[in-house]
């Protein structure tokens, strides 16, 4: 069973910066986040592929960047001058490079608030 481990959520004020960490159990052909705000649907903020190509969700763009490290199976998000529409559980979700099947972490609470 593949593993996607979180860490680095917590309170941030308004235009602060906060950053996100995902370990995977096993090497993944594509990695990302996902978040819901309260009383919203899931979405998807960014996706980054083994191959380099990565997508980003249009209201995180310039302020989200992801990084991954594919000996060390990690992924860290970024996250600069933060906004209280942020505030969600972020989810680090992705691909295993084996079966391309989808998996999902536990979730971290990202909360943007003065």
């Known amino acids: 069973q593949v593993q996607l481990v979180e860490s680095g959520g917590g309170l941030v004020q308004p235009g602060r910066s906060l950053r996100l960490s995902c370990a995977a159990s096993?090497?993944?052909?594509?990695i990302g986040w996902s978040r819901q705000a309260p009383g919203k649907q899931r979405e998807l903020i960014v996706r980054?592929?083994?191959?380099?190509?990565?997508l980003y969700k249009d209201d995180v763009k310039g302020r989200y960047t992801i990084t991954t490290d594919n000996t060390k199976k990690t992924a860290t998000l970024s996250m600069d001058n933060l906004k209280p529409d942020d505030t969600a559980v972020y989810y680090c979700n992705g691909q295993d490079l084996k079966d391309r099947e989808e998996y999902w972490g536990q979730g971290t609470q990202v909360t943007v608030s003065s």
């Open positions: 096993t090497s993944m052909y594509s």
């Open positions: 980054k592929f083994r191959g380099g190509s990565t």
